[in-house]
């Protein structure tokens, strides 16, 4: 009888390099690039909309873009952190 197997949840350096070669692949810079396409129309929005209720939905989306913008790097750092 073999004794059970515990798997472990936590991430390695491999995890780390695999994807931090993500992060510099050619399809994620496309979406890179998508993304920041979206947030320049949201900035133009912040300025061009005539309702206020507008201006914010377009706020709004500016700081979520800018988040999503951001998110790969400080998932990379934490990954790497936790080694």
């Known amino acids: 009888m073999q004794p059970p197997v515990t ?3 936590r991430l390695d350096a491999i995890d ?3 994807f931090e070669e993500m992060l510099a692949s050619e399809s994620f810079a496309l979406l890179r690039a ?7 129309r949201a900035r133009t ?4 909309q005539p ?3 507008d201006i914010h939905r377009a706020q709004g989306a500016a700081k979520a ?6 998110l790969p790097a ?5 990954m790497k952190d936790r080694k």
Not at 34 to 40: S, T, V
């Open 16 to 18: 780390a390099e695999r």
């Open 45 to 48: 929005d912040c300025e061009s």
């Open 65 to 70: 873009l800018r988040m999503t913008l951001d």
């Open 34 to 40: 998508r993304i920041a396409a979206e947030l320049e």
């Open 7 to 9: 798997t472990s949840r």
């Open 74 to 78: 400080r998932m990379l750092t934490t």
């Open 51 to 53: 309702e206020l209720r």
